[in-house]
Nanobody, 117 residues
Framework: QVQLVESGGGLVQPGDSLKLSCAASGFSFEDYYMSWVRQAPGKGQEWVSTIDTDGTYTLYTDSVQGRFTVSRDNTKNTLYLQMGDLQSDDTAVYYC??????????WGQGTQVTVSS
């Protein structure tokens, strides 16, 4: 069955960097666009970034453009999100999502990122 397991979250200070990983299994990872979506406390889901099947094409929400970088390693079935210059507004649970925005979307369990001084 499809499994998406995020890791790498934690408590960091403003301005710090953090790299999230998402280990995928149970499907042909290399055939799917993958996304990161976050949910801050008391707020709705916010799409963060999407990457195409071979990493050639990436998209970001405006608030993270230039600070976050999405990538993937299809040999390891792993999705990454390198986050830089983290701010308090980046505090959220970050989810790895297969097929974001479709009726067949599948979510991981999420990893908590907390930015606080």
């Amino acid at each position: 069955q499809v499994q998406l397991v995020e890791s790498g979250g934690g408590l960091v200070q403003p301005g710090d960097s953090l790299k999230l990983s998402c280990a995928a299994s149970g499907f042909s990872f290399e055939d799917y666009y993958m996304s990161w979506v976050r949910q801050a406390p008391g707020k709705g889901q916010e799409w963060v970034s999407t990457i195409d099947t071979d990493g050639t094409y990436t998209l970001y929400t405006d608030s993270v453009q230039g600070r976050f970088t999405v990538s993937r390693d299809n040999t390891k079935n792993t999705l990454y999100l390198q986050m830089g210059d983290l701010q308090s507004d980046d505090t959220a649970v970050y989810y790895c999502v297969k097929d974001w925005g479709t009726t067949t979307a599948y979510w991981g369990q999420g990893t908590q990122v907390t930015v606080s001084s």
